[in-house]
């Protein structure tokens, strides 16, 4: 956590107020420099009361994905130990891809207040609208041969899932990197991995989750087929702690999948997906094809049984 986390702590910790001298010596700092960090403080949106001879008082916090209030959600050993921040970016994906590129560790994050150039897959738009939503980006070195990094878009939808759950909504899954709830899309994952030869050197897991958006807030072309957390349960969530709540699930499916390996992914992910039996129909760009579904398999492939052929899908758009 930086400075301005660590001031900001202790003004929390506290019920009244905290004088700026106590700050100082705790935190082995001038006044002027806690003065200064106050200052930042409000600056970013934080409100304080102040009292003469008594200090400062925390008032109220924005609505803000700042890392030390994503921090406070979370209990990850490795994912979110470091978060960039960003108010805006092109894409949260390209900041972690370059990121990665330059050493930064595994499990770093960005997380963004909006893109102006969010990306879906096969370069689709992700609509992101200021400081409704999570746009965030994560930093993975998974071992596994570069065909088999896939699944660990199944990593973050049973992830996303298992949030929701907790937050209680009712969601449902659809391959290959959709969260559904009463049939509108909620998230959507996109990975982007650098390879070196038969090894992965990074992938970048890249997850749009909608939150606060309202349905006003919703763009013509997705009006019709998107919600978010907010249009589902009728009252905003706080960004900060889902971010945080999706991390832990994040980490704890990454720890699933160095142990138990590729498979068991896919076999929690089907699971979740309830998607056997399912008769289905997967577009693939002029192609369509039409089956029931088997499951996935261990490259993350959907597998359609068209009148007893089996068939294996890398790509395309279900409907069901
Ligand atoms: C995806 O693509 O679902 C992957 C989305 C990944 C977005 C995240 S945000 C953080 C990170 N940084 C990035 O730049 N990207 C990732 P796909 O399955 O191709 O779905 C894209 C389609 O979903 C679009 O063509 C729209 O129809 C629809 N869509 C766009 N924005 C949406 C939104 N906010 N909510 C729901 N649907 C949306």
């Known amino acids: 956590?930086?400075?301005?986390?660590?001031?900001?702590?202790?003004?929390?910790?506290?019920?009244?107020?905290?004088?700026?001298?106590?700050?100082?010596?705790?935190?082995?700092l001038s006044r002027t420099a806690v003065w200064k960090y106050i200052n930042q403080l409000k600056q970013m949106g934080y409100s304080f009361d102040t009292l003469k001879g008594k200090g400062y008082g925390l008032r109220s916090a924005p609505d803000r994905l700042y890392p030390w209030e994503i921090e406070r959600h979370l209990h990850t050993s490795l994912i979110g130990r470091t978060i960039a921040y960003k108010d805006s970016v092109d894409s949260t994906n390209g900041l972690a891809f370059s990121m990665a590129l330059a050493d930064a560790a595994e499990g770093t994050c960005v997380v963004a207040e909006t893109q102006k150039a969010g990306k879906g897959r096969l370069k689709r738009k992700w609509f992101s609208p200021y400081g409704k939503n999570l746009y965030l980006s994560v930093i993975l070195h998974p071992k596994l041969h570069p065909a088999r990094v896939y699944p660990i878009t199944f990593l973050s939808s049973i992830a996303v899932h298992d949030t929701l759950t907790?937050?209680?909504?009712?969601?449902?899954?659809?391959?290959?990197n959709d969260v559904l709830v009463n049939g509108r899309k909620l998230c959507g994952t996109l990975l982007e991995l650098s390879t070196e030869a038969d090894l992965v050197r990074f992938v970048i897991v890249g997850i749009g989750l909608n939150i606060n958006m309202r349905r006003g807030d919703l763009g013509e072309e997705i009006r019709a087929k998107a919600t978010s957390m907010l249009i589902e349960m009728k009252n905003?969530?706080?960004r900060a702690r889902v971010c945080g709540m999706?991390?832990?699930?994040?980490?704890?499916?990454?720890?699933?999948?160095?142990?138990?390996?590729?498979?068991?992914?896919?076999?929690?992910?089907?699971?979740?997906?309830?998607i056997k039996g399912v008769r289905m129909e997967v577009v693939q760009m002029a192609n369509v094809v039409r089956g029931v579904a088997e499951g996935v398999d261990e490259d993350g492939a959907l597998l359609l049984n068209d009148n007893g052929t089996i068939r294996k899908i890398i790509a395309g758009d279900v409907t069901f």
């Open 1 to 28: 956590m930086n400075r301005v986390g660590e001031v900001l702590g202790f003004l929390r910790e506290s019920p009244g107020y905290v004088s700026g001298d106590y700050i100082s010596s705790r935190l082995n």
């Open 166 to 176: 907790e937050l209680g909504l009712k969601p449902t899954l659809k391959w290959p």
């Open 236 to 238: 905003p969530f706080e």
């Open 246 to 274: 999706l991390l832990d699930n994040l980490e704890a499916y990454y720890d699933m999948l160095s142990k138990d390996g590729v498979a068991k992914l896919c076999r929690v992910w089907e699971e979740r997906a309830q």
